[in-house]
């Protein structure tokens, strides 16, 4: 059982910054970020596989997020730039002990409570 723990949503303007981190209690291979704004599907949009380092970004964050990990492999981080006010959902952290893509939230086991970011105009 890996237990994940997210930290440092908020509220930002347009154009603002945030850095969100997720400590995990175990190893994993894949971990990634998602996020569910109200009235739409959980999407994918940053994923880093551990042993690697690969990572993995949805073409609407593209340039916008990094996604990068700690030396343990254990913490990753996901930083925030140039936010839009479409950013506003709250951000899940998932991870999975094999390799899985973006798209398949049901590969993920374990989930993170989520942090909410929300960007006003």
């Known amino acids: 059982q890996v237990h994940l723990v997210e930290s440092g949503g908020g509220s930002v303007q347009a154009g603002g910054s945030l850095r969100l981190s997720c400590v995990a209690s175990g190893d994993t291979y894949t971990m990634t970020w998602f996020r569910q704004a109200p009235g739409k599907e959980r999407e994918g949009i940053a994923g880093i596989y551990i042993p690697s380092g690969r990572t993995v970004y949805a073409d609407s964050v593209k340039g916008r997020f990094a996604i990068s990990q700690d030396n343990a492999g254990n913490t990753i981080y996901l930083q925030l730039n140039s936010l839009k006010p479409e950013d506003t959902a709250m951000y899940y952290c998932?991870?999975?002990?094999?390799?899985?893509?973006?798209?398949?939230?049901?590969?993920?086991?374990?989930w993170g409570q989520g942090t909410q970011v929300t960007v006003s105009s």
């Open positions: 998932a991870a999975a002990l094999s390799p899985v893509g973006l798209s398949f939230a049901a590969e993920y086991a374990y």
